[in-house]
């Protein structure tokens, strides 16, 4: 690895070399490179099938529910995980599928709703932002088994569905570069080519309906167990989301 080569280098003439080193190339940015392509996700959401997503939340920390929505774009994705990548839209692409059948009127209730995935931090991120699920309140789960595939559960029905890449869609050739990459045995050319590779996969997963690259099944005997996290709390802000529908039933006090 050409990075890693250059810092053991520098590491071993002199740390404090390497510290100024870097403390300069850090004063440095953003340079110019930076800024010109920071933002321009244009192809992404320029896909005939790009998914978006309509999504429910509260109105504030207390509740209740927004009486508006909001529209999610691939560019919001982005932002909020750091990069467009493969993995960014498979799981878009693929939740788009599962969340249109636990929510038909396709407003994805963002207080209801939890979500599993394998650790990629493309995966669990993605599923995150779009379920509303978090580690933290018990609403997020991971499971190292899964693959491409994507649980997402509906709390109040209890429903839950598993969305999966179809087989031979994802680039065996992009798999093999991405092993290679992560075990250090690569060069800035093949890592650039892998990019290549990951966003032309990723331009083509929506060129068709997300639905015709994954299968998809329910779970009917699906159950809930959150992941043991030591500081799992209660979500504070949707104890009360429907303080102003039990008002207008006239439950409320
Ligand atoms: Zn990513």
Not at 53 to 64: A, C, N, Q, R
Not at 118 to 133: E, K, R, V
Request: glycine share 8%; charged share 20%; proline share 6%.
């Amino acid at each position: 690895m050409i990075t890693r080569t250059i810092h053991n280098a520098l590491g071993a003439v002199c740390p404090t070399l390497l510290v100024l080193a870097c403390g300069c190339l850090y004063a440095s940015a953003p340079n110019d490179a930076v800024i010109k392509n920071a933002g321009n996700f244009d192809w992404l959401t320029a896909a005939p099938f790009a998914p978006t997503f309509e999504v429910l939340d509260t109105e504030s920390s207390l509740g209740p529910y927004a009486s508006d929505t909001k529209t999610i774009t691939l560019k919001d994705l982005v932002n909020m995980h750091g990069h467009p990548c493969d993995g960014l839209v498979t799981a878009a692409c693929g939740l788009s599928v599962g969340l249109k059948i636990l929510y038909p009127d396709g407003v994805i209730d963002r207080t209801d709703t939890g979500c599993v995935t394998n650790n990629s931090p493309c995966f669990g991120d993605i599923a995150a932002y779009l379920t509303g699920g978090r580690i933290r309140f018990g609403t997020q789960k991971i499971d190292p088994g899964l693959g491409n595939e994507f649980i997402v559960h509906r709390f109040s029905t209890r429903e839950a569905v598993k969305v999966s890449l179809k087989p031979g869609i994802f680039p065996e050739e992009v798999l093999r570069l991405e092993r290679a990459i992560r075990a250090g045995d690569f060069t800035i050319e093949d890592m650039r080519h892998c990019q290549e590779l990951q966003w032309k996969y990723a331009r083509e997963l929506m060129q068709r309906p997300a639905s015709e690259s994954f299968d998809v099944k329910r779970m009917p005997t699906f159950e809930w167990t959150p992941d043991v996290y030591e500081h799992q709390g209660k979500r504070g802000d949707i104890v009360n989301k429907n303080i102003l529908r039990e008002t207008t039933q006239g439950t409320a006090p």
